[in-house]
């Protein structure tokens, strides 16, 4: 049985720091993507981020700030937040896919195993 475990989510004031992690148990992701999605109240779930291989697309609105990164070795995704502003806030969503390739990184019906979420509040 494949899980997800997210950490790292909180209340953070405008212009902090979050990092989020994510373990994967359960099989390898090492040829596919690991992604983080994100949903704000009232709105849908929006991509934010995706590592596979070399390729690591970001949401527009999040480049320079966020960096996503990857531990093979622990089946782990991660994603360093800087510069959080109020529009940041939701849930964060952890995705894996292992058969998701570059062109659809960003599109979350191409990913299989999703996480329970972890709260990002950013206000002052």
């Known amino acids: 049985q494949v899980q997800l475990v997210e950490s790292g989510g909180g209340l953070v004031q405008p212009g902090g720091s979050l990092r989020l992690s994510c373990v994967a148990s359960?099989?390898?992701?090492?040829?596919?993507?690991m992604a983080w999605f994100r949903q704000a109240p009232g709105k849908e779930r929006e991509f934010v981020a995706a590592m596979r291989g070399a390729s690591t697309p970001y949401r527009e609105s999040v480049k320079g700030r966020f960096t996503i990164s990857r531990q093979n070795s622990k089946n782990a995704v991660y994603l360093q937040m800087t510069s959080l502003k109020p529009e940041d806030t939701g849930v964060y969503y952890c995705a894996a896919g292992a058969r998701v390739i570059t062109s659809t990184m960003r599109d979350a019906d191409r990913y299989d195993y999703w996480g329970q979420g972890t709260q990002v509040t950013v206000s002052s």
């Open positions: 359960g099989r390898a992701f090492t040829t596919g993507s």
